[in-house]
């Protein structure tokens, strides 16, 4: 958390699909065909990407300490990416310091692998997305190195050109120097063609605009910034990065949309999950009431699940959010937050019920202002 490949379909809204036009569907001449059950075919843009209005998190794969990565699970990750990209996710979001000791760079390994062994057609093949972030780790001194850091991403995923290179984190308020040579080094990749856009990940809103001048200045465009934002996540520093991305053109990637789980519905304070996440969890869980009620209520008008709600908020605020998956179930119910949209009215609902709720999210310590 510090925490390309692009369906030569076109870019059709299907937010307005309902029952009633399944109905329609099934009752038509064309009811044989084998139709996506998530409608791929809604795309927007990120600079000059065309992606698909969610993406799929791989923190996951490779952590043993936060979330009990085994390579027993390789298996049911590379089926729960099959069934995102057969269901018009191209978009899946990892970095080079993903997996924990040993297994360092092994989401990128299992990413590069799964895209290889995809059986569907080459054109849905042909435009899957990596977007991936390069560690500031405090070796990483100059332009070269970084671009270096690039080149071994991509010898990792056995990949030509990356979607989205992006800076995992600001070195801002601790090396300043650092920050100018690795702004340097996005640019050197990008110029090198190494990536086909760049991005920053964890970046507050005066740095935001401080690396959106460097870079256009170069000639290379700022394609979109990755901070957490969620419904736990919505405070004054993040809805102003969401308003600074809105006013540049470019995009926010939302990291952890469902709070690392908290949103979810699946826990309580007598139901925490193992390991650190529990800790957290229980700081904050007791303090959600307003706020989980309030996403059951619309998940139940709606016919939806609560993670489905609260990632559709995420889209309804123009972000593109990355929530994880490790299974198959997970996978299915996140793609279920595609094809519909909260109203105005659910969106002040919610909203109105974080306001309320007295526990917020921790921001990533890496986040600068």
């Not at 969610?54 to 390789?74: K, V």
């Not at 090198?192 to 990940?201: E, M």
């Not at 926010?252 to 193992?274: A, D, E, F, H, Q």
Request: net charge positive; hydrophobic share 40%.
């Amino acid at each position: 958390m510090v925490f390309s490949l692009t369906m030569a379909t076109p870019s059709v809204d299907f937010s307005c699909f309902s029952a009633s036009n399944e109905t329609l569907l099934s009752s038509s001449p064309f009811k044989t065909l084998k139709l996506p059950l998530f409608w791929p075919w809604q795309k927007v843009k990120m600079g000059p990407l065309t992606v698909s209005p969610m993406g799929f998190g791989t923190w996951a794969w490779g952590n043993q300490l936060l979330w009990g990565y085994q390579e027993a699970m390789d298996s049911e990750l590379q089926r729960t990416f099959n069934l995102a990209v057969e269901n018009g996710i191209n978009l899946f979001d990892t970095a080079d310091s993903y997996g924990t000791g040993r297994l360092n760079g092994q989401s990128e390994k299992l990413l590069g692998k799964f895209i290889r062994e995809f059986q569907g057609q080459k054109q849905v093949k042909d435009k899957i997305l990596i977007a991936t972030k390069f560690a500031a780790y405090p070796w990483r001194l100059t332009p070269g190195q970084f671009v270096n850091a690039c080149k071994s991403s991509l010898q990792r995923m056995e990949i030509e050109q990356i979607g989205i290179g992006q800076l995992h984190w600001s070195t801002a308020n601790y090396a300043p120097l650092q920050e100018l040579a690795l702004w340097d080094g996005l640019v050197a990749m990008y110029d090198k063609g190494l990536v086909q856009a760049v991005g920053v990940s964890n970046y507050g809103p005066k740095q935001l605009v401080k690396i959106y001048d460097y870079l256009k200045a170069r000639g290379v465009p700022l394609c979109s910034a990755q901070v957490q934002f969620s419904l736990l996540s919505m405070g004054e520093d993040q809805m102003e990065i969401k308003n600074i991305c809105d006013s540049l053109g470019v995009r926010l990637i939302s990291y952890s949309p469902l709070g690392l789980g908290m949103l979810t519905g699946k826990y309580s304070p007598s139901n925490l999950p193992r390991g650190p996440r529990g800790l957290l969890f229980r700081q904050i869980i007791p303090g959600l009431d307003p706020l989980l009620n309030s996403l059951k209520k619309i998940a139940q008008r709606r016919k939806k699940t609560m993670p489905q709600v609260a990632i559709n908020w995420c889209i309804c605020k123009g972000t593109i959010p990355i929530p994880g998956v490790r299974t198959v179930k997970q996978a299915e119910e996140n793609l279920g937050a595609l094809g519909w949209r909260l109203s105005s009215d659910e969106l002040l609902q919610l909203e109105y019920a974080a306001l309320e709720s007295p526990r917020k999210m921790i921001q990533n310590i890496f986040q600068t202002r």
